[in-house]
């Protein structure tokens, strides 16, 4: 089986498309945007572009490379994310390749996969197979290209300098023959020696029309049930929110969801005390890696505010919830920064707490 196809991101698709053909696509790129909205995807169809060798409109769906690259066995086209930690630290290059080539595997099984589990990391062994890979010639393509999702993931702490140095050097300066795209969802939560050496690119919520393409899917109805998401559609596009990968994202979502909650009710109750206790959770070394999921559920909540007041006629809570969705936008964009999660939440709830209390 395949991966699921590509539905939306037509304007990114359209510029990355121009880009390649005035040969100034950047050589290493950073995509992000909500959980789920499809950053992985969007990366392995501009790699499908890079590597197809078939006629305009590229990529073709029909040469080789095309073929390879959407069952996810091209050679030349290498897709890393987060795995559990490797049992020996110091494992090959040649066994990480073999875990990755049966870990694609298990996500092309149905095309749908659930964000990797929080103890699953992008460690060292990993990036050194990455790294010694990217040294040798494509082997039947006219270039290479990596993707690394997830990339937020990236343990590279004590003793992991040997790897970490040619990973930089690599992101910086990749041969002309190769395309670096990394993909996270928590783009504050990037080491920023990392960030500064990429490009960063928005991936965007889909449209309603697109959400329904991907919500339409066999194997994404099977992966929603099996997460214990929502059944009815209405309710999958309302949590869905743009980004239908959400739905199957089971727990991790449904913390981010709580957590938002219970932001959202401090702010509301004007409760200046539990204001504090969650600004204070957010700064915690587990709920840190997390802390963009939490806004983005905020804004997922936010809409169902603004819809349910505007079926109630309620129009100044409807504006009040617009208002709030503008101030959790520039919060979005300050976690992007090295800005401490916990200043950002103090700060947000405040201004929350004047537009909706
Ligand atoms: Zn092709």
Same mark, same amino acid.
């Given at each position: 089986m395949p991966l699921l196809p590509l539905y939306g991101h037509t304007v990114l698709r359209t510029r990355f498309d121009d880009a390649i053909r005035r040969d100034a696509l950047p050589g290493s790129l950073l995509l992000h945007g909500p959980l789920g909205v499809g950053k992985q995807r969007l990366a392995l169809w501009l790699g499908q572009r890079l590597l197809c060798s078939g006629?305009?409109?590229?990529?073709?769906?029909?040469?080789q490379h095309c073929r390879y690259a959407l069952a996810g066995t091209?050679? $030349?086209?290498h897709w890393f994310f987060p795995r559990p930690r490797p049992k020996d630290s110091d494992a090959s290059p040649a066994k990480i390749a073999d875990d990755f080539r049966e870990a694609i595997g298990e996500r092309t099984k149905t095309g749908v996969y659930a964000p990797p589990a929080p103890e699953e990391g992008i460690y060292i062994s990993t990036v050194r197979a990455m790294v010694q890979s990217a040294s040798m010639a494509p082997a039947i393509a006219e270039r290479k290209v990596y993707v690394l999702g $997830?990339?937020?993931?990236?343990v590279l702490r004590e003793g992991a300098e040997e790897a970490a140095g040619p990973f930089l050097k690599l992101l910086e300066e990749p041969s002309a023959k190769t395309t670096l795209i990394l993909t996270t969802s928590e783009p504050g939560a990037l080491i920023p020696t990392i960030r500064s050496r990429l490009l960063a690119v928005r991936v965007a919520p889909l449209g309603s029309a697109d959400v329904d393409a991907v919500l339409a899917e066999p194997a994404m109805q099977a992966a929603i049930a099996e997460a214990g998401g929502p059944k009815k559609l209405d309710e999958q596009r309302r949590v869905a929110n743009g980004a239908p990968g959400a739905l199957v994202a089971g727990g991790e979502w449904a913390d981010a969801i709580a957590r938002a909650r219970r932001m959202l009710d401090a702010a509301s109750n004007g409760d200046r005390r539990e204001q504090a206790r969650t600004a204070l959770l957010q700064g915690s070394a587990k709920a840190r890696g997390a802390f963009s999921t939490s806004l983005d559920a905020l804004t997922t909540l936010l809409h169902e505010s603004i819809r349910a007041s505007t079926e109630r006629g309620n129009e100044r809570g409807a504006t009040a919830a617009a208002k709030a969705l503008d101030v959790v936008e520039a919060a979005k964009f300050r976690a992007t920064g090295n800005v401490n999660p916990q200043l950002i939440t103090s700060e947000l709830l405040r201004q929350l707490e004047r537009l909706i209390a």
């Open positions: 006629s305009d409109p590229k990529p073709c769906g029909t040469c091209h050679p $030349d086209l $997830d990339a937020e993931r990236m």
